[in-house]
């Protein structure tokens, strides 16, 4: 099993190696989608082996039903942004905004990209986590930069600056949890491994683990886009490559969570749940209320959809925060959900700013008239995404809500309620401007969308459709398992 693990981490590598040695468009956009499609073949297979065999363990490679979550969420977005990108990048040749020289380069650094997210979610051990969090920057910072005008070097500056200081932070705690772990751990042990600092969590030393968890939370969250750290998130969003953006916000962000998951089980071995549950309600709670005004008075596309993303990750970090089955439950499913959503509305946003050659709201009108398909598929992402039944975020928003108020945490739940509410009053608010209205007379002509767009935009609406009306066996029992690790059941 280790072998299809390496074949799921090295086959992006291999695809982005080969990319960069390729001239023909044409070429290159095949060649990327025949690779993404065998590193979709391995991480099906290691979910099929964790689905049937159980925990997968190969020296420093662990897959467990967490580590499954996230890795089919990397799945599926990295497909649908891989085949978006043929169709999104031959426009963008076709409009002049890239060379041909500078293809090879975009799919080289969106398959290490991807190689980095399946990294972060296949090493068992802390450090190696933090190496793979650190190595996602690296890689999503040059396509953020893709474009090498001033607006994508500023924001793609900020974004490393911000995030490095955040790694750090994560780093610090990471080095005070080995000290932690050291003494505690008897000879012989490995240091910073998850499976012996869970099984140590109730000898380490408290005092250090709760200093530990703050800087990895600050640290980590500052990747997550929690805010008060997020600042770099609405500039890298909306500067990048539209298949980078969905990337950015439906799975790198999940994966900076996942690492925050990964240390709060040990702490809270530790601690028990109280001293965790209240920075993490803190910090979910804080990120939603950040967002709303910047929502509400927003003027770029693909910023909303951004700020859309901060208060989405404080949504699940709060759901975390609540720490009981159902809310955890929740929150790993919202996950999902909200990648699925978010990744479709970004595609969208971006056939949206090629054809109407701006992303200021205010210049965007008349879409469902202007274009009928993307139109629809626009109200319906907007409709999605902010939790209108009966679309997948509705059951997983629902959860989180409920098991505030399960767990008797009314003041809490009310709270959330209200600040949902301002977020959906929102995105209808910008939803009515941008998809009604008089066509400018800048706006699209003839509009064709590539056979990849629409795939990729069908099997997302699918995605989001199914999701919240049918949950698969396989996938439930996956949620089930992956919160109990979380809660420690």
Excluded at 307 to 322: A, P, Q, R, W
Excluded at 427 to 433: A, E, H, I, T, W
Aim: include cysteine.
């Amino acid at each position: 099993m280790g072998e299809i693990l390496l074949g799921a981490l090295l086959m992006p590598l291999l695809t982005g190696a080969v990319t960069l040695t390729q001239k023909k468009p044409l070429r290159i956009h095949r060649f990327n989608v025949f690779g993404n499609i065998l590193t979709c073949g391995f991480l099906a297979a290691v979910l099929q082996q964790l689905i049937t065999g159980g925990v997968i363990h190969e020296g420093m490679l662990y897959v467990d039903e967490l580590s499954g979550v996230l890795l089919l969420t990397v799945l599926l977005l990295s497909f649908t942004a891989t085949l978006f990108s043929a169709s999104y990048m031959k426009k963008e040749l076709e409009h002049g905004n890239i060379s041909p020289k500078m293809l090879p380069r975009y799919y080289g650094l969106l398959q290490l990209f991807i190689s980095t997210m399946i990294g972060v979610l296949i090493v068992e051990n802390l450090g190696l986590i933090w190496v793979a969090v650190e190595a996602t920057t690296l890689a999503s910072a040059l396509l953020v930069a893709f474009y090498f005008n001033r607006a994508a070097l500023e924001a793609a500056w900020k974004y490393v600056m911000v995030c490095t200081v955040g790694i750090c932070m994560a780093l610090l705690g990471t080095i005070l949890l080995y000290y932690a772990q050291v003494n505690a751990m008897p000879a012989g042990g490995t240091a910073l491994s998850w499976l012996q600092l869970r099984e140590l969590s109730g000898s380490l030393d408290p005092n250090m683990v709760k200093l530990a968890l703050i800087f990895i939370l600050i640290g980590y969250g500052t990747k997550a886009g929690l805010a008060p750290m997020h600042t770099w998130l609405p500039d890298a969003h909306s500067q990048a490559p539209s298949p980078v953006s969905a990337l950015l916000s439906g799975a790198l962000l999940s994966c900076a969570l996942y690492a925050i998951l990964r240390n709060v089980i040990v702490v809270n071995g530790a601690l028990g749940g109280e001293f965790s549950s209240t920075l993490l309600i803190a910090f979910g709670l804080f990120s939603i209320i950040i967002a709303i005004p910047f929502i509400l008075v927003q003027h770029d596309v693909k910023r909303l959809l951004a700020y859309s993303s901060v208060e989405h990750m404080g949504l699940i970090t709060f759901g975390i925060g609540i720490g009981t089955p159902l809310a955890v439950y929740g929150a790993l499913l919202h996950i999902v959900n909200h990648a699925l959503a978010k990744s479709m509305l970004f595609y969208l946003a971006g056939i949206i700013t090629q054809e109407y050659r701006t992303k200021h709201i205010l210049r965007i009108r008349g879409l469902v008239s202007a274009m009928p398909l993307v139109g629809t598929l626009f109200i319906i992402g907007i409709l999605a995404i902010t939790g209108v039944p009966p679309f997948n975020v509705f059951v997983s928003k629902f959860m989180i809500a409920w098991s505030a108020f399960e767990s008797n945490h009314l003041m809490l739940g009310s709270v959330l309620l209200i600040l949902l509410t301002a977020v959906f009053g929102g995105m209808v608010y910008y939803l009515m401007k941008i998809g009604f209205g008089s066509v400018p007379h800048h706006g699209p002509g003839e509009v064709r969308i590539g056979w990849p767009a629409r795939t990729a935009l069908f099997l997302s609406l699918a995605g989001i459709v199914v999701a919240g009306l049918y949950l698969p066996p396989w996938f439930n029992s996956m949620l089930i398992q992956a919160a109990a690790i979380v809660t420690g059941g």
